[in-house]
């Protein structure tokens, strides 16, 4: 964070095929202060990632007998006094690719949601539902992003633009495709920032670390800030 912004990112990984190197390479360019990640791979690559770049690793806990939710939040050390973080499992989704979201409190006046919904149309709205909920009545300090598998317009991203700004509607240019990486044609990957802030510049980074491009954005403080308190989840 500089000053008065704070800057974020989200990236589906890939599980980290690409390599421990290259991904936290790109995370480094980039400077960001938080990053929201899909598909985090294995737990002692994530750990590594966190380790070589100084940040704070939320990652999803052991559930074995059931499969993970590979979602995860990495935080600048030093840019909250205080993180906690837990993990909401949607119902209603495939047990074989289980989806839900990772929710990170910071502070605790900033709360970041990394979300991975799924590719069928009918179990996307039943889970958008359940993460409307985990952000009712919230305060204004909340950042969403993540891989919705969906475009512009279509139920997930307008359910949650109706509720907060799509960062790249409201900073990017052009039109942010982030799938796949090595000849974008969908967007399918988001930032939404809750009214505490407000988008200044977004663009997308990655080049081929991962079949997906990161989005990034640059997000202003804005005065409601003070009154917020943490999303609220069940």
Do not use: K
Request: charged letters at 20%; aromatic letters at 6%; a positive charge.
């Amino acid at each position: 964070m500089n000053g008065d912004t704070l800057r974020v990112g989200t990236w589906n990984v890939h599980g980290m095929r690409a390599g421990v190197d290259e991904i936290a390479h790109v995370i480094r360019a980039e400077q960001t202060d938080i990053v929201l990640l899909q598909e985090s791979g294995p737990r002692r690559r994530l750990r590594t990632v966190g380790e070589r770049l100084g940040m704070l690793v939320c990652a999803d806990p052991w559930a074995f007998p059931r499969r993970r939710i590979q979602n995860a939040v990495l935080i600048r050390r030093g840019l909250a006094a205080t993180v906690s973080h837990r993990l909401r499992r949607f119902s209603g989704g495939s047990l074989l690719y289980p989806r839900g979201a990772m929710l990170a409190d910071a502070d605790p006046r900033l709360s970041v949601l990394s979300v991975h919904l799924g590719l069928d149309r009918s179990e996307r709205a039943q889970h958008v539902e359940q993460l409307l909920a985990m952000l009712e009545g919230s305060a204004a300090t909340f950042v969403v992003g993540g891989d919705l598998n969906a475009l512009p317009g279509q139920p997930g991203p307008s359910s949650l633009a109706g509720l907060a700004p799509d960062c790249w509607e409201a900073a990017g240019e052009g039109s942010g495709a982030t799938y796949p990486s090595h000849a974008p044609t969908a967007r399918i990957d988001y930032l939404f920032a809750g009214r505490a802030f407000r988008p200044l510049r977004a663009w997308t980074a990655g080049g081929t670390a991962s079949d997906h491009l990161m989005v990034v954005a640059d997000l202003g403080l804005t005065a409601s800030r003070e009154d917020g308190a943490s999303a609220r989840g069940s």
